[in-house]
């Protein structure tokens, strides 16, 4: 098979499993998963690695570092602040007590 | 280069792991888990590389990441959850940039002599890396000053935007088409670089006609665009996972947008180009002085010690003052006198869709409290009050009723079949939209102005004191 009908062929199979695993979504978790998809895509600081580690160039390697910088950001960032409203709402609670001080006066 | 097969495996392996973190997050139960799994690979990934090429740098490399990681932490650390939507968006948007900066070192790297001439069509997917990821960081950025309010959140259109946004952009794509076709001749990097501005105009320029309310969208969109260009840039560095993962972000991404776009009851090209039609200009940012009925605080609490039914309508204004728990006590000190109480949550309540569950999950609230609209909708007309705090956009009726109003056609929630309404606000001035709301004037309704957290404090005494 041709090396690129071979990259054509993960690329479609992808766009349907994109579309796939998210097509029964309640629209309160859109907030958090649009954020968890923004960090996936932080992983291009794996393609901002391997550019920077492979250049000879004093230009190129400060634009690698700061691909590298910016990538992070999003990686790092993206998935903690993903968990960090996750968190909240898995937090199930068992039936509060309706904050005892003063309700039935 | 070659990769050895125990790292195509990893990648795969880390590839498989992205699926499943997605499909854990659009589930409440796996929804962390999820995530983790996401993290987890993209870490393990990320490591990859350092074992199997021999990497220069790394000690600089190591210190950039470390770098970054802290700032990623420092950002999601501190955001407040009411500035969630603008955190995604600048996250988004270094994202792209730095696909856009890897896509720039290798068009360096595969134009600059050594080497076979490179194909057409890895020009095409480099040059298109380059293009899409500024588009996304310029538009991210734009996108995260309105919704911060550095700059207005209203839709900014000027004579011969819709020009220049031509221009820009068939500047662009005559560039990129240059590049394709004359790239041995190691002009690659300055027509790069060159390409690279067109695509921060182009960006700018494709957001602020955009207005606040609208945002949320434009996010999701630039996230997909975002996951597109990491995929191009996959396939530019023969590299698998980046091609899959960025894939799924963009297919899913696209998915997404137009999941909230139909909750929203617009067209994502109505929501992107509808301001340069005129269409939203209709909303206006001044305050009305037509009469409305206002009370205290003593006079609500009596209309709620009387009441069987309440549905609480929340809105983005109570999260800017942070009376999430002030609500959830008042509502408690309801529920324990017997009172029904609910919230409505409009599918795009606070400034991104689902972002008010997250508000006010912060906030303790019991999660079967909160009811989709679809839920509750039928049972607005048998409430004895609907109290509206710091809503605005969500119950007005002029979605049904105005044709050309900008939120026309969304679907809404139907507080104005309530037996009485109460409209907590800051003052008269109309919602993100920039519409006046009728509701306000309706005989059923009262007004009662001041700060949501204040408000909602003073009605809790008043409550209390009963």
């Not at chain 1, 700061?66 to 409203?85: E, S």
């Not at chain 2, 899959?244 to 991404?253: I, P």
Request: hydrophobic residues 55%; negative net charge.
């Amino acid at each position: 098979m041709d090396e690129g009908v071979v990259w054509l062929t993960i690329f479609i199979l992808s766009v349907f499993v994109g579309i796939e695993v998210i097509s029964k979504v309640s629209s309160t978790l859109h907030t958090p998963l649009m954020s968890g998809a923004n960090a996936i895509h932080g992983v291009i600081l794996l393609g901002a690695i391997i550019v920077t580690g492979s250049t000879d160039n004093g230009l190129a390697l400060s634009i690698g570092l700061v691909a590298i910088v910016l990538a992070a950001v999003n990686m790092v960032g993206g998935f903690l602040v993903t968990d960090r409203m996750l968190q909240m709402f898995v937090r199930k609670k068992p039936a509060v007590r309706a904050a005892g001080d003063g309700a039935d006066s | 280069m070659s990769i050895p097969v125990w790292a195509q495996l990893a990648y795969l392996a880390a590839a498989v792991c992205f699926i499943l973190a997605l499909k854990g997050l659009s589930g409440p139960k796996t929804a962390r888990n999820g995530n983790i799994i996401g993290a987890v690979a993209a870490v393990v990934a990320c490591a990859i590389p350092f074992f199997y090429l021999d990497l220069d740098h790394v000690p600089l490399i190591l210190v950039a990441i470390a770098v970054g990681t802290a700032g990623g932490v420092y950002g999601a650390r501190t955001v407040q959850m009411t500035q969630m939507p603008q955190m995604v968006a600048l996250f988004n948007g270094v994202g792209g940039g730095a696909a856009a900066l890897v896509a720039l070192l290798e068009l360096h790297e595969i134009t600059s002599g050594a080497g076979d001439e490179p194909g057409w069509f890895i020009l095409l997917a480099t040059a298109f890396t380059i293009l899409v990821g500024s588009v996304s960081f310029a538009g991210s950025v734009i996108t995260f000053a309105k919704l911060q309010e550095l700059m207005t959140s209203r839709p900014v259109v000027f004579p011969g935007l819709p020009v220049v946004f031509g221009l820009a952009l068939i500047g662009a794509l005559v560039l990129g088409g240059l590049l394709i076709g004359d790239a041995g001749n190691g002009s690659g990097m300055s027509a790069g670089i060159v390409l690279a501005l067109l695509g921060l105009l182009v960006g700018v320029l494709l957001v602020l006609p955009v207005g606040g309310a609208d945002v949320p969208i434009v996010i999701s969109l630039l996230n997909a665009f975002t996951g597109l260009t990491v995929a191009a840039g996959g396939y530019v560095l023969s590299n698998t996972l980046l091609l899959v993962a960025g894939t799924l972000v963009g297919a899913s991404g696209t998915f997404l947008t137009l999941l909230m776009a139909g909750a929203m009851g617009r067209s994502v090209a109505n929501i992107m180009f509808g301001a340069l039609k005129g269409g939203s200009t209709l909303g206006s940012g001044v305050a009305s002085d037509r009469p409305v009925k206002s009370a205290g605080a003593e006079d609500i609490a009596i209309l709620l010690a009387y009441a069987e039914r309440v549905i609480i309508v929340p809105g983005y204004g109570l999260a800017v003052a942070q009376a999430q728990h002030t609500l959830r006590e008042l509502v408690d000190v309801l529920t324990a006198r017997g009172i029904e109480v609910d919230y409505a949550i409009h599918p795009v309540a606070g400034r991104m869709p689902g972002h008010m569950n997250v508000l006010l999950a912060e906030a303790q609230v019991p999660y079967e409290q909160l009811k989709e609209m679809d839920e509750i909708n039928g049972e607005f007309k048998n409430a004895d009050v609907v109290l509206v705090v710091g809503a605005n956009d969500v119950v007005n009726p002029a979605a049904k009723t105005t044709p050309g109003a900008p939120i026309y056609g969304m679907p809404i929630l139907n507080a104005d079949e309530a037996k009485q309404v109460i409209f907590m606000k800051r003052s008269m001035r109309p919602g993100f939209a920039g519409i006046e709301n009728e509701l306000l004037f309706e005989p059923t309704t009262t007004l009662f102005f001041g700060d949501a957290k204040e408000s909602l404090g003073k009605l809790l005494n008043a409550v209390k004191a009963q």
